[in-house]
Every structure is written in structure tokens, then in C-alpha cells.
């Protein structure tokens, strides 16, 4: 979807916010095929830029296998 689109282009660019809401959707299969490897993925990239969502996110992944 639109969504998915936008954050991507704002991910690609390394914008945390973006990298964030673009492994929600991953993670919910909102807009894509949910898949939490690639979730994951872009929660760390903004969890590495101290994007707190990104950490929180990743977290959770975590938590809970």
C-alpha cells in the first residue's frame, strides 16, 4: 500500500522514524507479507540510530522468540 511505499522511501534514506513504522508493517502484514525477519531488521536499523519505537520493537521481538 501507500503506506508501506512512503516508509520505505523514508527507511531507504535512513530515517529511523521511518525504519521503525516500516517494520510494523512487516510485523503486522500491513501493506506486505508479514515476515519478522525482515521486521526485525528494520526494527534494529532504528533502534541503532536511538530511535526509541525501534528499541522498544525490537524488544519485544525478543521477548517473545
Avoid at 533502534?47 to 517473545?64: P, S
Amino acid at each position: 500500500g501507500k503506506a508501506v511505499e512512503w516508509y520505505r522511501k523514508a527507511a531507504d534514506q535512513g530515517h529511523a522514524g521511518g525504519q521503525s513504522n516500516l517494520g510494523t508493517m512487516y510485523d503486522n502484514g500491513h501493506g506486505v507479507a508479514q515476515d519478522y525477519g525482515k521486521a526485525v531488521e528494520w526494527y534494529r536499523k532504528a533502534a541503532d540510530q536511538g530511535h526509541a519505537g525501534g528499541q522498544f520493537n525490537l524488544g519485544l521481538k525478543y521477548a517473545n522468540g
